[in-house]
């Protein structure tokens, strides 16, 4: 039998294996909702595991369950979290699509993103540990073993899960525990969805540095080649080497919303567009200078240029990445005559 709780919590009758404490099933009478209710009965994590717990009320994003409540007696302490429906991540039983693969790793990255926002590490990150809600939504629980950034953030010895734990977790010496740690089960993860299982150099603890390059050896036609780059770099043996989440995001963010950008160029009154339809464009601005810019369906890049031409007061160079809002000045600085032209980029969101 669960703790002793609030009547307004009704067990339902079923009860999850949890790591470090049973799920229960309960329905909210006040606000007519499910919960799932973890009880903690481990008296040597409990006070730790409260102090994460509440610090991960902070957090606010769609991909992180939402903790509602904490109830905390002498020996026991009953977390009253969001319930999650839906299925736990698992890989595609009908074999593994682009969009699919982007929309899945978009979500746990998004999550990640808002947890080391919040200054946070999860420190477990594997595909058991993430449930689609009611809507589809795919979202992150159980915080058992997360730790805040310089909150006693260097130990010695493994806690989590073998094959999704970083390299640094499995050495005989003690080490900081970083963002970096979440990154790599983050392509850990990603890389059991799009394979089913995961090889043996993953499963297999790296006790000395190695290059692994899975992605690039699994999708060459499937994913673009800069993400799969990317990819492989957060399976890297040292933390330091390894992509910050917000970097990887942001490629996924980019190749979720390929050919849909949108820039308006506004030189003397007139307006240049540029998109899928018009990926080019090219202004002069009179004898002060001439600049080409180019669309790929992921960034706005300047081509090439003529003249002294600065954006947002840097000096332009081929092959630039155009600012999301930016201001572009023809002319040497601190002359008269110089000619200053608008260029802003539309930001679509992923609909998920």
Partial sequence: ??????????FQGQTLSGGMGDVH????????????????????????????????????SKHVVEIY?????????????????????????????????????????????EIHASGLIHRDIKPFNMKFDDEGVLKIFDFGLARQFGVDSSTRGFRGTPGFAAPELYQDETFDF?????????GVTCLYFALGYLPDEIIHPRVRQTTLTP????????????????????????????PSIFEVHELIERHLLFNKHRALLILNGESHFLGEDRPNVTVTAGNKGKIAIRYD?????VRRFEGVIMINN????????????CVMSFGPPDTKGRVHVTFDISHPGVVL
């Fill in 25 to 60: 099933i309960c329905r909210d009478s006040n606000l007519d909702r499910s919960v799932a209710i973890k009880i903690i009965q481990d008296e040597i994590y409990a006070d730790r595991i409260l102090d994460e717990v509440r610090a991960f009320k902070r957090v606010s």
């Fill in 314 to 325: 840097s000096y332009v160079e081929e092959g630039m990445i155009m600012p999301g809002a």
């Fill in 178 to 186: 970083t963002p970096a740690i979440d990154v790599y089960a983050f």
């Fill in 215 to 242: 992605f690039r050896d699994l999708a060459v036609d499937l994913l673009p080649n800069d993400l799969l780059q990317l990819l492989d770099r957060t399976l890297e043996f040292f933390p330091s080497s390894r």
């Fill in 297 to 301: 369906g992921l960034y706005f890049k």
């Fill in 1 to 10: 039998m669960i703790m002793d709780l609030p009547n307004r919590y009704e």
């Fill in 69 to 113: 409540d904490i109830i905390q007696t002498d020996d026991e302490v009953a977390i009253i979290e969001e319930y999650l429906p839906g299925d736990e991540l698992r890989p595609p039983s009908d074999g593994l699509v682009k969009e699919q693969f982007l929309r899945t790793a978009y979500q746990i990255a998004s999550g990640l993103c």
